[in-house]
């Protein structure tokens, strides 16, 4: 059974840090593409930052230069360092892991963390 399990969400003030992990088992995450997405209240599901299995980032321009997708696969678990946080930033986060198993690409999702960037 394949499990997504993140954590380092919370609240933190304007132009702090936060640095979410996301934990896979049941899978090696290292054959597949783990992105991190987020969704704030009334808005839909938008792709933060994902990182490829040959080890290639892609990061959205809202958060370009602050925000930073890591992995280490020894550990099966792939990071997202927040910086320079925003109100704006604020929503729920969730690892998404995206893998060819079984002859079709799946989706595999996390519960999601929220995080809250407020004074």
């Known amino acids: 059974q394949v499990q997504l399990v993140e954590s380092g969400g919370g609240l933190v003030q304007p132009g702090g840090s936060l640095r979410l992990s996301c934990a896979a088992s049941?899978?090696?995450?290292?054959?597949?593409?783990m992105a991190w997405y987020r969704q704030s209240l009334g808005n839909e599901r938008e792709l933060v930052a994902r990182?490829?299995?040959?080890?290639?980032?892609n990061i959205a321009d809202s958060v370009k230069g602050r925000f930073t997708i890591s992995s280490d696969n020894a550990k099966n678990t792939v990071y997202l360092q927040m910086n320079s946080l925003k109100p704006e930033d604020t929503a729920v986060y969730y690892c998404?892991?995206?893998?060819?198993?079984?002859?079709?690409?799946?989706?595999?999702w996390g519960q999601g963390t929220q995080v809250t960037v407020s004074s």
């Open positions: 998404n892991l995206h893998i060819f198993v079984r002859g079709r690409w799946t989706d595999y």
């Open positions: 049941g899978i090696t995450f290292s054959n597949g593409n």
């Open positions: 990182i490829l299995s040959s080890g290639d980032t």
